[in-house]
């Protein structure tokens, strides 16, 4: 599962989620979760440099982390001091921004997976799944752009001194530049960094070689400004946030359900670089991988054997003898291979424990408005169907974990409900206990 930080909005006093003293809501936390269309991002110059085609692009994860800055001055003996909001070579590191200046601060990634081809040697192609991910910075208070300017280029001055010019004598493109103004900010670019600066917001993104930066920026800004391409344009998302807010500190996730098949095929992922927990698409995997052709056919893979060792397409033009000897070597690394393949997924499906309040679970919100010795504590979780949404099995985990060092420390006076396929855990917990 993606881990996600924790955060929230000033003043949140109200019993209704995420609401504040001045009548205002979640609403900009929200606007600012985008998720840009990828295929509109790719440096098209450097995509091809990578790879020879990419297709089959999917949305993978999102997570953020939100931090309420003036709770966490008001809390500061409960907190102990500001560990919240700790940015050691973070965001406000880089652009010189004091916490003392947040009003909140949000961090988020998008994660997308695609099918990546490339030419081996030989000529023969192979695809594979790559993926790429973009992160955003975004600080809201009061600013003074000229000073954040300043800082931010002597960061970029000291982050690539080292870089040199490149072959024609230009100036390398991973140096501080700036890239012109906007709706009131003044944007900037520095290698995979991307920063919008106003007087009352910051924008930080960071990028991928293949990733377009100032392309991404652009859509980031696009997607707060026009309401589009955000993460509430799914419905089930929507409902997670409508759930539990975002209180003084949150921390959200959204992945692939977590179910034993997409589990496994994870695993394989990780193992052999393609995602299925079908034998016969990974041993078909295993065989491309080892002789160059996606078949379980010994005659294909002899021709393309032949082809590969000596140069001719016909197995025929060999000598019955020597067509023997290969067939019989394919025929034992084809059997070596459905053996590994049976024992890997044998051992990864015993590997995996899904324990049943987390079957089928898509995402999470988790929430926290301090009161002091206090803390309300409100989790949502976004299930792939609403018989999925077991409130019994999630009520027995939560009771049964209720232990210090878990994330149901201390946790008092709780109650699990349900609403469609998001269930929601809320109750109180002692402040200290946020420490472990």
């Known amino acids: 599962m993606l881990a996600i930080g924790m955060a929230g909005l000033a003043g949140c006093t109200s019993s209704l989620p995420g609401m504040n003293d001045d009548g205002t809501g979640s609403d900009e936390v929200e606007s600012w979760l985008v998720e840009p269309t990828l295929a509109d991002l790719f440096d098209d110059d450097r995509l091809t440099e990578q790879y020879e085609a990419v297709d089959d692009i999917e949305l993978r994860d999102r997570e953020f982390e939100y931090t309420d800055a003036e709770a966490v001055f008001d809390n500061e003996e409960e907190l102990v001091v500001y560990w919240p909001l700790e940015d050691e070579t973070g965001v406000r590191d880089r652009t010189g921004v004091p916490a003392i200046d947040l009003d909140w601060q949000l961090d988020q990634r998008v994660t997308w997976e695609f099918s990546a081809e490339n030419e081996r040697a030989g000529g023969a192609e192979r695809t594979g799944t790559a993926s ?17 300017e300043t800082t931010l280029e002597n960061w970029a001055d000291d982050r690539f001194e080292e870089q040199t010019e490149d072959e024609d004598g230009d100036e390398d493109e991973d140096g501080f530049s700036s890239e012109g103004d906007r709706n009131g900010y003044e944007l900037y670019e520095a290698g995979e960094y991307g920063f919008a600066v106003g007087t009352d917001h910051v924008v930080e993104i960071q990028t991928d070689p293949v990733v377009e930066t100032m392309a991404a920026l652009e859509a980031v800004l696009n997607g707060h400004e026009r309401g589009t ?36 095929a994870g695993r394989v992922e990780q193992r052999f670089g393609v995602e299925t927990a079908d034998a016969d698409e990974l041993l078909e995997h295993r065989v491309e991988q080892r ?3 996606a078949t379980t056919d010994t005659d294909e893979l002899l021709e393309q054997h032949v082809q590969d060792q000596y140069g001719v397409d016909d197995p025929d033009e060999l000598s019955e003898r020597e067509r023997d000897r290969l067939r019989e070597t394919i025929e034992r690394e084809f059997a070596s291979l459905e053996e590994e393949v049976d024992r890997s997924l044998e051992s990864i499906e015993e590997s995996i424990d899904v324990e049943e309040w987390e079957d089928g679970l898509e995402g999470s919100i988790r929430s ?58 809320s109750g109180t917990i002692r402040t200290r206990s946020l420490l472990f």
């Open 368 to 425: 926290l408005e301090i009161d002091g010795e206090t803390t309300e504590l409100t989790t949502a979780f976004l299930y792939e169907s609403e018989s999925a949404a077991d409130v019994d099995s999630l009520h027995e985990y939560v009771g049964s974990n209720r232990d210090v060092s878990d994330r149901w420390g201390t946790l008092n006076d709780y109650e699990v409900d349900a609403s469609g396929r998001v269930l929601v855990v």
């Open 132 to 148: 790429t991910d973009l992160q955003i910075s975004v600080l809201t208070g009061s600013f003074d752009p000229d000073e954040i």
């Open 229 to 264: 391409d955000r993460w509430t344009d799914d419905e089930g998302v929507q409902d997670l946030l409508d759930q539990a807010g975002v209180g003084h500190l949150s921390e959200a996730e959204l992945h692939e359900a977590r179910n034993r098949e997409n589990l496994v």
């Open 291 to 293: 002789f160059g052709v």
